[in-house]
């Protein structure tokens, strides 16, 4: 298929609630959005960036920069016949994953509305539903913890991920194991401790029956997680640290965690989320999908990658309504009674954008057309 338009959207969009990791809040979530268009198709892409350089070094401006003035060019006029195609033609960029991965997005829904398959389909997916729970911010007090985590089990997530930072650990793993018993739970760090202070604080947490313990070390660290996850029974999970699929095969090779979350915008898109899943499979490592707020249309593709047979712990793809009042798609995602999505049927992603909404969020939109040489 020949690209033969594109366009990027910048939108912003309120959340239902601020959301706090150990090192930054979000209150609202200003993204990218693509749509190229081929032969009377539009597919549909979200480049999950952050409004601050706080998760990565990429924000929705860079990502905005990097995609007009160099990832879009690579690829308009272009004719795409296999979806490792976009990586390739965008692979002298050197980093910017998460806009890499928004136009791969768009051209992969493109790719499989034209065979008149689904994304789930094109990716190798072998699940109509996916397992799935919720990520909780941290609160202001435990009490609020509690309550928050209260809501969500009510809501039927069978799996609750808590964010932590030193001082904000043990005491609250172990408060949630008193109040609610041996519920699916799971810890995020982003990152915010050190070696040192990470022994003592994860061995303490280590009776709780974790499922596992994210990125508790530097964002660029392999190495200190490897010396680390010796220390623990609980396995530890890799999230910031894998940009690529060397960056999984170095980290199973030393041993730095036995379970890698992989987000198809930290690593550069699908393609790459694929041979990282491929990877861990071989070697028998579980991997599970992350979450970055996405609108409806990055959530459609979250489930059909979390629809692959080793994704095989719940992955952070809550509904619609955990983080936005009105999503842009219709219907939103709505959590099945057993804690689950249902990966879309129809072709492509199996969503897109209701037009009226997304004119309500759109900051800016830029228009960009192949000339013919
Ligand atoms: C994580 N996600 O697993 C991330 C952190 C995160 C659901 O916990 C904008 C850009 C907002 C990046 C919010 C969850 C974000 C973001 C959260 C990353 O570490
Ligand atoms: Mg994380």
Redesign the pocket.
Known sequence: MRIERIELYHINMPLVAP?Q?SR?I?TE?A?PLVAVYSEGLVGWGEC????GP???YETDETAWLILSRYLIPMVLGQDITDPSQPSRLTARVRGHNMAKAGLEMAIWDLLAQAQGVSLSHLLGGERDRVDVGV?V?IQPSLAATLATIRGYLDAGYRRI?I?IKPGWDVEVVRAIRREFGDIRLQV?A?SAYRLEDAVPAFQAMDDQGLLLI??PLGEDDILDHAKLQPQLRTPLCL??SIHSLDHARWALETGACRVI?I?A?RVGGLWVSRNIHDLCQAQGVPVWC????ETGIGRAANVALASLPNFRLPG?I?ASDRYYHEDLIDPPFQLNPDSTLTVPAGPGLGVRPVPTRLEKVTLRRAEFSHREP
Do not use: C, P
């Open positions: 959301f990791t930054w979000e979530r993204v999950v960036a952050s409004n706080w998760y990565s990520s911010g991920k964010k995020d982003n994210e990125q999230d910031e979350n987000k915008g992350g979450g970055m707020l952070d809550s």
